[in-house]
């Protein structure tokens, strides 16, 4: 069975859960369960646990807006918790809005692409998507997120988002704070934010009436 960074897997010979986090030959992986250590295991005493990456003991159901509800259109984000001294970071995509999304990722190497991960998320509903080491930060993946919104009810259209994104030490320098979807504290990243239009000939403009003049 070919495996993949981030997938969720079980020991075969052990009660053991964790995630993909490394890949240390062609034979041995490294996974990482809840306590943070990566455990080198040979691939064939591993084996996949098929499910949406959320926690099995996580019985909530996902809130549906009501009806006469105000309909949410903002609020889609990247969230990473996770404790840096304790080593796993876990990655998620976090939808406060109304609409459902339709999500595809995807690991930017120069000019091609590795699926990371496809899924629907429900209005108002989280789901995890990755894994990785707070150790191997330098090495996250460089993102390529694309997001499709929909809704039953009649609604504005709304474009595609399509977003780069790679998570540096520097973007961890804030505190975390609790989101209320997915009642963790984490690092947010605004997803759906108004992408800046810059006016091309205005920015003409602005460097020609600001050129130096010459003596």
């Not at 992986?29 to 996580?58: C, Q, W, Y």
């Not at 009806?67 to 796993?88: R, S």
């Not at 460089?142 to 973007?171: C, F, G, W």
Request: no cysteine.
């Amino acid at each position: 069975m070919k495996f993949k960074i981030g997938d969720l897997v079980r020991f075969v010979d052990e009660p053991i859960e964790g995630h993909i986090t490394s890949f240390q030959t062609d034979e041995i992986v490294g996974v990482t369960d809840d306590s943070g250590f990566e455990i080198p295991v040979p691939a064939t005493k591993i084996t996949l646990v098929h499910g949406n990456m959320r926690h099995i003991d996580d019985q909530d159901q996902p809130v549906r807006p009501k009806d006469n509800a105000p309909f949410t259109t903002k609020g889609i984000y990247l969230a990473v918790a996770g404790d840096q001294k304790e080593g796993l970071a876990k990655f998620f995509i976090v939808n406060h809005t109304s609409y459902d999304l339709l999500i595809a990722i995807s690991e930017i190497n120069g000019q091609k692409r590795t699926a990371l991960f496809g899924e629907h998320v429900l209005a108002k509903d989280f789901i995890q998507f990755h894994t990785a080491n707070f150790s191997n930060i330098g090495k996250w993946p460089n993102m390529d997120i694309q997001i499709l919104r929909y809704s039953q009810s009649v609604q504005h259209v709304t474009q595609p988002i399509a977003i780069e994104m790679r998570i540096k030490p520097m973007n961890l320098l804030e505190q975390k704070e609790v989101d209320e979807i997915i009642d963790l504290k984490v690092w947010s990243f605004e997803l759906d934010a108004p992408q800046e239009n810059i006016n091309v000939d205005k920015l003409k403009d602005h460097f020609i009436s600001h050129r130096p003049n010459k003596r």
